[in-house]
């Protein structure tokens, strides 16, 4: 089961939809929406989470800023038709229940209130719709208003390192250039076979989930004949995570040369003085998922991890390897468990346990 946050989506510029002269030019009508669970409180937003996930209900934010793009198709080549960026406010939210194709019918979302219209004039022609959402203003290789071909939309990169940016990964979603409906990608249009063309697109997250169980067996816990031997999970870090610039809609193409790597971003998930967590307990954070093309691993989405049993000062780092295609659509949501029965000793062991739940 792939863990997967779906944002529903389409843009254009503003415009009063009753307008006869926008009419007789022709428009093209989106909507926005988010995806909540079905027990949700309409006055609770934090009560939100992505559909798919069976865990605890997590707390998501809304987007407050939303990156798009219209690619124009002429003859052979590709060009930037229409790009905007938008800033839509947190209370511009509606609860509704949803009904159309690219969600279950009836599964609950919040529905931005904004009508947006993509006005296409006289002008008839095939093109393709890419979008990112954040809460925060997000960082490009290629700043916004530079951004001026095909290319640099398809290939747009936002940086993972900014503190904003590395606080809300969980928050960010995007349009993935692979989904295809129907043979064709979901975000096509074609004002030349469509009398009134509309675009109604979901963004997905870009980064993976990855969830973490440990469990000490009771009788491991307590062991007064052999303290030595007991075990208590005291430290547990997850170590050099993506940390640089992934891409916008190619979420499954981040590719780095080390498994893992050098240098990264750290995650601590246990301290020492969290006593409450020593004999088990879950866990889950978000990551760039990225493949690697070490000798042996490629094509393997790595994550290393920092334990330590019985403040021993002896640390354990196991790396998790995750084998995805990385031509798939959507991002992998790991699992990993670990049962331990015994003190860990200090190491560098390689497991392959993680799973794609």
């Given at each position: 089961?792939?863990?997967?946050?779906?944002?529903?989506?389409?843009?254009?510029?503003?415009?009063?939809?009753?307008?006869?002269?926008?009419?007789?030019?022709?428009?093209?009508?989106?909507?926005?929406?988010?995806?909540?669970?079905?027990?949700?409180?309409?006055?609770?937003?934090?009560?939100?989470?992505?559909?798919g996930?069976?865990?605890?209900?997590?707390?998501?934010?809304?987007?407050?800023?939303?990156?798009?793009?219209?690619?124009?198709?002429?003859?052979?080549?590709?060009?930037?038709?229409?790009?905007e960026?938008?800033?839509?406010?947190?209370?511009?939210?509606?609860?509704?229940?949803?009904?159309?194709?690219?969600?279950?019918?009836?599964?609950?979302?919040?529905e931005?209130?904004?009508?947006?219209?993509?006005?296409?004039?006289?002008?008839?022609?095939?093109?393709?719709?890419?979008?990112?959402?954040?809460?925060?203003?997000?960082?490009?290789?290629?700043?916004?208003?530079?951004?001026?071909?095909?290319?640099?939309?398809?290939?747009?990169?936002?940086?993972?390192?900014?503190?904003?940016?590395?606080?809300?990964?969980?928050?960010?979603?995007?349009?993935p250039?692979?989904?295809?409906?129907?043979?064709?990608?979901?975000?096509?249009?074609?004002?030349?076979?469509?009398?009134?063309?509309?675009?109604?697109?979901?963004?997905?997250?870009?980064?993976?989930?990855?969830?973490?169980?440990?469990?000490?067996?009771?009788?491991?816990?307590?062991?007064?004949?052999?303290?030595?031997?007991?075990?208590?999970?005291?430290?547990?870090?997850?170590?050099?995570?993506?940390?640089?610039?992934?891409?916008?809609?190619?979420?499954?193409?981040?590719?780095?040369?080390?498994?893992?790597?050098a240098?990264?971003?750290?995650?601590?998930?246990?301290?020492?003085?969290?006593?409450?967590?020593?004999?088990?307990g879950?866990?889950?954070?978000?990551?760039?998922?990225?493949?690697?093309?070490?000798?042996?691993?490629?094509?393997?989405?790595?994550?290393?991890?920092?334990?330590?049993?019985?403040?021993?000062?002896?640390?354990?780092?196991?790396?998790?390897?995750?084998?995805?295609?990385?031509?798939?659509?959507?991002?992998?949501?790991?699992?990993?468990?670990?049962?331990?029965?015994?003190?860990?000793?200090?190491?560098?062991d390689?497991?392959?346990?993680?799973?794609?739940?």
């Amino acid at each position: 089961m792939l863990y997967i946050g779906i944002v529903l989506l389409a843009f254009g510029c503003r415009q009063a939809e009753n307008d006869p002269e926008l009419l007789s030019k022709g428009t093209m009508p989106v909507s926005i929406s988010l995806p909540v669970e079905d027990s949700y409180n309409p006055y609770q937003v934090a009560g939100r989470r992505s559909i798919g996930d069976p865990g605890t209900t997590e707390c998501f934010a809304f987007p407050r800023h939303i990156y798009f793009f219209v690619l124009k198709y002429n003859g052979a080549t590709w060009s930037i038709w229409h790009k905007e960026h938008l800033e839509p406010l947190e209370e511009d939210w509606t609860p509704k229940h949803y009904f159309g194709r690219l969600q279950s019918i009836g599964d609950s979302i919040f529905e931005y209130n904004e009508q947006i219209n993509l006005l296409l004039a006289a002008e008839k022609f095939a093109g393709e719709v890419f979008a990112i959402a954040s809460p925060n203003e997000l960082v490009f290789n290629t700043p916004f208003a530079s951004i001026e071909t095909a290319d640099q939309v398809r290939n747009l990169q936002f940086s993972t390192a900014d503190p904003d940016t590395k606080a809300n990964l969980h928050n960010i979603y995007s349009t993935p250039y692979n989904y295809e409906l129907s043979g064709s990608y979901y975000g096509a249009f074609s004002s030349i076979y469509q009398r009134v063309p509309h675009i109604d697109l979901m963004l997905y997250h870009v980064a993976a989930k990855v969830d973490i169980t440990w469990y000490v067996d009771e009788n491991n816990r307590i062991n007064k004949a052999n303290p030595a031997s007991a075990v208590r999970l005291t430290s547990m870090k997850a170590c050099n995570l993506f940390n640089g610039y992934a891409y916008c809609f190619k979420p499954m193409e981040n590719v780095v040369g080390s498994a893992p790597l050098a240098t990264g971003d750290t995650i601590e998930i246990v301290k020492r003085t969290d006593e409450g967590l020593w004999w088990e307990g879950r866990s889950y954070f978000y990551t760039i998922p990225y493949t690697t093309t070490a000798v042996g691993k490629e094509n393997y989405f790595p994550l290393q991890m920092q334990m330590e049993t019985n403040a021993s000062g002896n640390y354990y780092r196991p790396t998790l390897y995750l084998e995805i295609d990385p031509t798939a659509t959507f991002v992998p949501w790991l699992r990993a468990d670990f049962n331990l029965n015994q003190p860990l000793s200090a190491g560098t062991d390689t497991k392959v346990v993680a799973k794609d739940s």
